[in-house]
């Protein structure tokens, strides 16, 4: 019950979340060099065929175990969570935290929560879902974080800081913009289309990033569907890494477009363009797509692992690994995330397993193609 009248006075709610961020993880590792490995996915979302699955556990069980591997795994959080509301599909999402908890069981630890469905259920889902997140890090132990809203909106926009095997990462979450194009001061809003964000972020970036070993900036933007990124937003992320960003996330097309590495001074940076969906209900079907149809691309996707060392030039990602996932749409009609191996060796449908045979063709000569843009 107390959780609950927490919810209902958002100053109050506020006051208890900026403590947690501010002294979050304070547990150091022996060996603060020791070699960090990440995870990278597409967004999370909830279109009704996602959560009118009666155990939202049964999605993840075919990914977790590589999820879970790692050291931390990053997944834009594309729905408010207000448990006063129903669940709701597009175009204004909303889910319970039961939701979010399944995700976090399998393996996510990590929530940028800036994007163009933030402001969904308005301000108060914005407050709500921070309480939400609030109780969901409390219920984990304290092992999960998020950025990119805030609920008081004379607080200021800062990163919060992630330590993990002696690493203090630091992570800020941003968007392009809001459905409607709207701006509010919930949100943490840099339209690099518009010089004066522009130039403030880079600034900004420049300041923050040098505090940290580590430095994350996760971006929802771009175009939707398209498979490559626009000029525009290749060249402000790269301007990013060389403001002292190691990784630029990038997500909102939902389908994937390509990530590459940057040479800075002889360390390794990332962009990673859009990594597409992890879980949505844009490809769900009773008969397949055209393989070539942008549905199609929605419903694949990769958990892009990478590896990082620190040198003496600073943070340099080490290995980068594409493994290639899918939406599956199971035996009792539930979308569920699989790797393309497992359900190239199912027995399927002659449609279906044709289907995936040709979209993992795809696939593969599509990231092949990844590691730099022109």
Aim: a negative charge; charged letters at 25%.
């Amino acid at each position: 019950m107390k959780k609950c009248s927490l919810l209902k006075n958002p100053l109050l709610l506020w006051g208890m979340i900026v403590p947690l961020l501010l002294f979050s993880n304070l547990s150091v590792s022996a060996n603060p060099k020791e070699n960090l490995t990440l995870s990278f996915l597409g967004d999370t979302m909830a279109h009704d065929v996602n959560f009118r699955i009666k155990d939202f556990s049964v999605v993840y069980e075919g990914i977790k175990d590589i999820l879970l591997a790692d050291d931390l795994t990053f997944s834009n959080l594309e729905i408010p969570v207000d448990e006063k509301i129903p669940y709701k599909t597009y175009p204004q999402f909303n889910v319970h935290r039961e939701y979010v908890q399944a995700v976090i069981d399998a393996g996510i630890d990590v929530f940028p929560l800036a994007n163009n469905h933030s402001l969904d259920q308005g301000t108060d889902g914005i407050y709500q879902t921070l309480g939400s997140m609030m109780i969901l890090r409390d219920d984990n132990e304290m092992k999960i974080n998020y950025s990119g809203t805030r609920g008081n909106s004379e607080q200021e926009f800062k990163p919060i800081e992630i330590r993990k095997k002696g690493w203090r990462i630091g992570f800020i979450s941003v968007t392009q913009f809001l459905n409607g194009y709207i701006r509010t001061p919930y949100v943490y809003i840099v339209n690099y289309k518009n010089k004066h964000d522009a130039s403030q972020f880079l600034s900004f970036i420049r300041k923050v990033a040098d505090d940290y070993d580590l430095f994350i900036i996760s971006f929802h933007a771009g175009k939707e569907y398209e498979l490559e990124p626009e000029k525009e937003k290749v060249e402000y992320f790269r301007k990013l890494i060389d403001a002292g960003a190691d990784i630029v996330y990038g997500h909102h097309p939902h389908v994937l477009q390509p990530y590459e590495e940057r040479d800075i001074n002889g360390s390794k940076k990332l962009i990673i363009y859009s990594t597409g969906n992890f879980i949505s209900g844009q490809r769900w079907s009773e008969e397949p797509y055209d393989v070539n149809h942008y549905r199609s691309y929605t419903g694949d996707s990769l958990i892009l692992s990478t590896t990082i060392k620190q040198t003496d030039r600073g943070p340099s990602i080490e290995t980068i690994n594409p493994i290639l996932i899918t939406n599956h749409i199971n035996g009792n009609r539930e979308i569920v995330v699989e790797t393309y191996a497992t359900v190239l060796g199912m027995s399927l449908e002659k449609k279906w397993e044709k289907y995936y045979k040709s979209r993992y063709s795809i696939l593969t000569k599509l990231i092949a193609t990844y590691g730099s843009v022109e």
